[in-house]
């Protein structure tokens, strides 16, 4: 009898242990989607934070768009949105239709580097010089102190249509980039592309200024104005403002969003920005 009694208890036991959900399945899920440019940084502070935090399932979503990130927020699909720019009035307007206010919250900066071949013997452009080039305003490095030569402009395609977008709308003030710009997939392209053709000019992050290819070309100092000092891109320069071609980095949220997501956002903030 007491034989009986016991392997009741144990089957009961077991019955209902099954009915508990499993370490796995009590995980708060956090879905982070949105540029892919912020994906490396965001990935690995994710999982750090998962170390310190294991009560918490983070994914970020990778090979994704500021735009799709974006969609997904307002439709309700992730919890938080990377945006390599700011959010624009159609998404505002967008999430305004469902009821919903977003969060904006600023990561840091990363810079856009002005890159030409090394034989060109121009060193440094203002802020107006780099627009009117780009735009196509200027086409002859003479008319900028360099030599009587033809400026080739190369631009990137749509793997990067986060970065062209800060370009165009940002950088050269919301004017296009010239349409005789030769346009490539991506940064390492162009960089390899500058290094090989005299009086070319690009522009690319500062992430992809590594040693390697792109010490075959060489990074232009700028200046906010005629009357500012050159300066050269670098973290230190990006995070403190003096290098006047800065891109905000932001991730955005539901204003309710709950305590995990708030507190993970709270987290990446606090870390700052590395390209």
């Known amino acids: 009898m007491k034989k009986i009694l016991i392997i009741a208890i144990i089957v009961a036991t077991f ?27 965001v990935h690995h502070l994710a999982l750090l934070y998962m170390k310190d935090d294991p009560q918490v399932d983070i994914t970020v979503s990778r090979h994704s768009l500021a735009d799709e990130g974006m969609k997904a927020l307002v439709a309700g699909e992730t919890d938080v949105a ?51 080039t780009f735009t196509g305003e200027i086409v002859n490095w003479k008319d900028i102190s360099g030599q009587d030569l033809a400026i080739t402009v190369f631009k990137s395609g749509e793997k990067n249509p986060g970065t062209l977008l800060f370009v165009e709308n940002d950088m050269l003030g919301g004017v296009p980039i010239t349409k005789s710009a030769i346009t490539l997939p991506d940064f390492p392209g162009i960089i ?84």
């Open 15 to 41: 019955s209902i242990a099954g009915d508990l959900p499993s370490a796995a399945q009590t995980k708060v899920p956090i879905k982070v989607t949105g540029a892919d440019s912020m994906w490396d940084r």
């Open 82 to 132: 990377m945006a390599s720019r700011k959010i624009t009035a159609q998404e505002s307007e967008a999430a305004k239709v469902k009821g919903l206010q977003l969060d904006e919250h600023l990561v840091g900066y990363g810079g856009i580097v002005i890159i030409t071949d090394l034989q060109n013997p121009v060193n440094e452009l203002s802020i107006d010089q780099v627009r009117k």
């Open 192 to 275: 390899k592309k500058v290094a090989e053709t005299a009086g070319s000019i690009a522009y690319v992050r500062m992430r992809d200024t590594f040693p390697g290819p792109a010490a075959r070309t060489k990074s232009l100092k700028i200046r906010k104005d005629e009357h500012s000092l050159p300066v050269s891109a670098s973290r230190a320069t990006i995070r403190n403002g003096t290098y006047p071609l800065r891109r905000p980095y932001y991730l955005y949220t539901v204003a309710n969003a709950g305590k995990d997501v708030r507190s993970f956002v709270d987290f990446l903030v606090s870390q700052g920005w590395r390209e």
